[in-house]
């Protein structure tokens, strides 16, 4: 039986949970904002007289718009071992990781790479669920891109804190990691197969 080349597809749950606390606080803001002009535009109000309706119609439809775009790309981000490269997408980036740029790959506690003690109120609260996880870190000799364009489209929890390397926490580390190292596998033996046949020719 041969083997897939293209591995199974594994929600980021940081991202999601990013996410879903982005929809839902650009939903309130754009009701309120919606409300706000509703009530100028019929009954006014010297609170909201000076501001421009325009405006203000803008911004609520904008922060309905966002949130729904929020709301239905929450399971977009995923990552996915393939035949010769990882490749992690989000709904504004699709990274291909080369296997040669992957230095190892290993399991660690979140809790550890992220301590608690060492977090604010808010980022405890952000981060709570992911605390008794179990995370896939993907060490890297060097980032695929710069790494203030990549912090400018993924949360802060998803690089190591230690290393050049993603932390990827995914519904089942496990799975992700051992199909990883399966990857990685074939594709160093393929590597090394070739390399033979070069120097024979």
Not at 34 to 61: C, K, M, R, T, Y
Not at 73 to 83: F, I, K, L, N
Not at 144 to 159: C, E, G, H, V
């Amino acid at each position: 039986m041969k083997r897939s080349r293209t591995g199974k597809r594994y929600p980021l749950l940081i991202y999601k949970r990013y996410m879903d606390r982005l929809w839902s606080a650009t939903l309130v803001l754009g009701l309120l904002l919606g409300f706000a002009w509703f009530w100028l535009w019929f009954n006014g109000s010297p609170l909201l007289e000076h501001i421009d309706q325009v405006w203000l119609l803008a911004g609520a439809v904008f922060a309905l718009c966002f949130s729904l775009f929020a709301f239905f790309s929450r399971s977009v981000a995923y990552v996915q071992p393939r035949s010769d490269h990882l490749r992690l997408v989000t709904p504004f980036l699709r990274l291909n990781i080369s296997y040669r740029r992957i230095r190892s790959v290993h399991p660690a506690g979140f809790q550890h790479l992220f301590p608690p003690r060492e977090s604010s109120w808010a980022q405890r609260r952000f981060l709570e669920p992911f605390y008794p996880k179990t995370a896939v870190v993907v060490d890297l000799v060097a980032y695929p891109m710069s790494p203030f364009l990549l912090r400018l489209f993924l949360a802060r929890q998803m690089f190591s804190p230690r290393s050049k390397g993603f932390v990827l926490v995914v519904p089942d580390w496990m799975e992700l990691s051992t199909e990883l190292d399966s990857h990685l596998g074939v594709w160093s033996q393929s590597l090394g197969q070739k390399r033979t046949v070069t120097r024979t020719r």
